[in-house]
């Protein structure tokens, strides 16, 4: 099994649905708080150390940014939400963007649903989950950050997420990611493959 894709390259950033780039092309994507490790795991995937931008500042990306992924589908990288000195504006901000993305966007196939497996789940976190159901589209959760954890502690993910997301959680909805572990990305990489064939 491939745990990483082939080729990978930036393409554009957009605001809105409407300016999405050419060809139009399936779509997964990654979504999550500010430095959940969304950048890292798409520079995982991609088996490339820059692709996607990372940075210590929470709220960096701004925009929903989109990479080609071995010229077949797009990653889109979207703003994390969470964090801002003006956060009433930013929510305003994010919500038109997602709402503009997940309105009839026919190209969408699966949502990378990011949480840190080490804390349990915001209610920002379990705002955005509802949110995202609400749309219907396929989604998975990943972990990120596994590494970082010892055996006790992730034994406690999966209570953890019933506890913060207020309900009870499919463990075939939830995969354990690192993006220094191969296993796991090749796991999540045939995550979505499968979303693609559909």
């Known amino acids: 099994m491939e745990n990483c894709y082939k080729t990978a390259k930036f393409i554009t950033s ?15 994507l990654f979504v999550g708080k500010s430095n959940v490790g969304k950048s890292s795991l798409i520079n995982a995937l991609a088996n490339q150390k820059a692709l996607a931008f990372t940075s210590k500042t929470p709220g960096h990306t701004r925009l929903l940014n989109y990479f080609m992924i071995d010229n077949s589908f797009y990653f889109v990288d979207s703003p994390g939400y969470g964090f801002s000195a003006k956060k009433d504006i930013d929510y305003e901000f994010y919500g038109k ?20 497996s080490r804390h349990l789940p915001t209610q920002d976190d379990q705002d955005f989950y509802i949110y995202l159901k609400h749309f219907s ?16 502690e992730k034994a406690k993910i999966y209570k953890n997420l019933d506890l913060g997301l207020n309900e009870t959680i499919s463990k075939d909805q939830v995969i354990l990611t690192s993006s220094k572990n191969k296993d796991s990305l090749g796991f999540l990489k045939q995550r979505i493959d499968s979303a693609l064939r559909r």
């Open 97 to 116: 963007i997602f709402d503009s993305y997940f309105t009839d966007n026919a190209n969408l196939k699966l949502i990378v649903f990011l949480l840190d």
């Open 137 to 152: 589209y396929p989604y998975i959760i990943a972990m990120t950050k596994c590494d970082k954890l010892n055996q006790s």
């Open 14 to 28: 957009i605001v809105d649905l409407k300016d999405s780039p050419l060809p139009h092309l399936e779509e997964i």
